[in-house]
Nanobody, 121 residues
Framework: QVQLVESGGGLVQPGGSLRLSCVAS????????MGWYRQAPGKQRELVAT???????NYTDSVKGRFTISRDNVENTVYLQMNSLKPEDTAVYYC???????????????WGQGTQVTVSS
């Protein structure tokens, strides 16, 4: 059984910063792409940023220059450093990872439970 657990969300004022973390645990053989998505009330879930196992990154245009995704392949953790936060960044942020477990030896898509980020004065 593979689990993704996010942490680091909260309430922050506009212009502030937060750092999200997501740890993958279980009988893990390897992890491919990892990423962060978000879903605001009344909106569809959208991609925020992704990072490959080789640390190539991709960002949605609205967060470029403000957010940084990184990963620790030893600790099976992905991070999202969010700076210069805006009210429109308010959403539930979800971690996603392409994980191969020792049980299946095939990649499967896993999601975390989500962490709330609220940007408000």
């Amino acid at each position: 059984q593979v689990q993704l657990v996010e942490s680091g969300g909260g309430l922050v004022q506009p212009g502030g910063s937060l750092r999200l973390s997501c740890v993958a645990s279980g009988f893990i053989f390897s992890i491919g792409n990892m990423g962060w998505y978000r879903q605001a009330p009344g909106k569809q879930r959208e991609l925020v940023a992704t990072i490959t196992s080789g640390r190539s990154t991709n960002y949605t245009d609205s967060v470029k220059g403000r957010f940084t995704i990184s990963r620790d392949n030893v600790e099976n953790t992905v991070y999202l450093q969010m700076n210069s936060l805006k009210p429109e960044d308010t959403a539930v942020y979800y971690c996603n990872a392409d994980v191969t477990s020792y049980y299946t030896l095939r990649p499967s898509d896993y999601w975390g439970q989500g962490t709330q980020v609220t940007v408000s004065s």
